[in-house]
């Protein structure tokens, strides 16, 4: 899990809206792949999948105050979608933080 202090309160449904937008062009830009992920929130917990590649989820993220609480799929940790994936939501994260001010609170 990595927990990120964004220094400002979102919502689940502010996450997943700038997600819908934004990730699958950003990826399909970065990668040169027409994959598209399904961006959902699931009570308040949003999680990033690919059913046709991926058996369960890439990402789960929890807003908990002004912190993200991101999971990744271990099954998935070195795969080079899922990757890419993380570098969109790292920049991704600082267009919604403060400032673009993102603190690491943990990484483990």
Avoid: W
């Avoid at 990826?27 to 058996?55: L, M, T």
């Avoid at 369960?56 to 991101?70: D, N, P, S, V």
């Amino acid at each position: 899990m990595k927990i990120l202090n964004i220094h400002k309160t979102i919502t689940a449904e502010q996450l997943l809206t700038v997600l819908q937008q934004k990730l699958n062009p950003l990826f399909q830009k970065q990668r040169q792949s027409d994959i598209s992920f399904i961006s959902e929130n699931k009570n308040g917990i949003i999680e990033i999948s690919c059913p046709e590649i991926y058996e369960g989820f890439l990402y789960r993220i929890e807003i908990k105050g002004r912190e993200l609480h991101i999971t990744r799929s271990v099954d998935y940790i070195d795969d080079v979608n899922s990757l890419a994936v993380e570098s969109i939501l790292n920049e991704l994260f600082k267009e919604l933080a403060a400032d673009g001010n993102v603190t690491f609170v943990l990484e483990g």
